[in-house]
């Protein structure tokens, strides 16, 4: 019976190994210092450049595809829509007073105001260009001053903030997890739902959010933006964020 006592002993080292406690769970996170330092880390944004893959699902208008953004704060943005061999298809300028889309292989160059209208070719309609360039960089929240109410999530960790429009009725709700912004609904001046938007994998420089999408409902329109190479406060100038005609290309002007 002596042989068998080094195998009783090796089964009695494993079934204890099988008892060994979980690891515990990650720090919780305190929301309002959680808050405060990811508003501190968009103070330091200026702007950004990047390479992305767009996708955008709208009413009468969807496209998918490689793309070159350029952002500026507060409210300037450039995307170059292109094909696999890096051609442009199009691009879409504002610097928040005006608005040109070129469509290169049109020989069409749209001009116009800046306005609800002429941004909602690009930026969902009920955004505005100023929110889009924040939502790009996950510059949240939107709303300024203390939060109204705080609110735990059901995972540790996680929280829900809310601030409070001028009627007293909630006007910005947005989630926090381990200190991350992960989602943030909107509501417009009379209540109604405006926009919601969604951030994941934070392995972005500064923990920048590499998957951005924004909704709204009516109508129904979707933007989706996954980054890749991204820059994070590169040289701007304003005529990064003008468009002038190429040669051949005809002018059309976009109503307000």
């Known amino acids: 019976m002596k042989p068998l006592l080094p195998v009783v002993l090796l089964l009695g080292l494993l079934t204890g190994c099988r008892t ?4 515990p769970p990650p720090a919780a996170v ?4 959680a808050l ?3 508003q501190a880390r968009q103070a330091g944004i200026q702007g950004f450049q990047a390479r992305a893959r767009l996708t955008l699902i709208a009413p009468g208008r969807s496209y998918s595809g490689s793309a070159r953004l350029l952002g500026g704060l507060p409210a300037s943005l450039r995307v170059e829509v292109t094909d696999l061999f890096g051609r442009s298809l199009m691009t879409f300028v504002s610097d928040g007073e005006e608005v040109a889309v070129l469509f290169p292989r049109e020989g069409r160059l749209l001009r116009g105001p800046a306005t609800p209208r002429t941004l909602a070719a690009f930026i969902p309609p009920g955004v505005t260009l100023a929110q889009c360039v924040r939502l790009l960089t996950a510059g949240v929240p939107l709303s ?9 999530g059901g995972e540790p960790g996680s929280w829900l903030v809310v601030w409070n429009g001028a009627d007293g009725r909630p006007r910005e709700r947005l989630w926090l997890a381990q200190g991350r912004p992960r989602k943030l609904e909107w ?12 951030f994941a994998d934070f392995s ?5 959010p590499r998957q951005v999408r924004v909704k709204t409902p009516s109508p129904a329109t979707e933007l989706r933006v996954t980054f890749g190479d991204l820059t994070v406060n590169p040289p701007l100038a304003p005529e990064d964020f003008r468009l002038k005609a190429p040669p051949g290309v ?3 002007p976009l109503a307000p």
């Open 187 to 198: 509501r417009g001046e009379a209540g109604e739902s405006g926009f919601e938007a969604e």
């Open 30 to 33: 305190a929301p309002r210092e």
């Open 250 to 252: 005809r002018e059309v």
């Open 204 to 208: 972005g420089p500064g923990d920048w």
């Open 144 to 152: 300024e001053g203390e939060p109204h109410q705080w609110q735990e």
């Open 36 to 38: 405060a330092a990811w």
């Open 20 to 23: 060994l406690p979980p690891p």
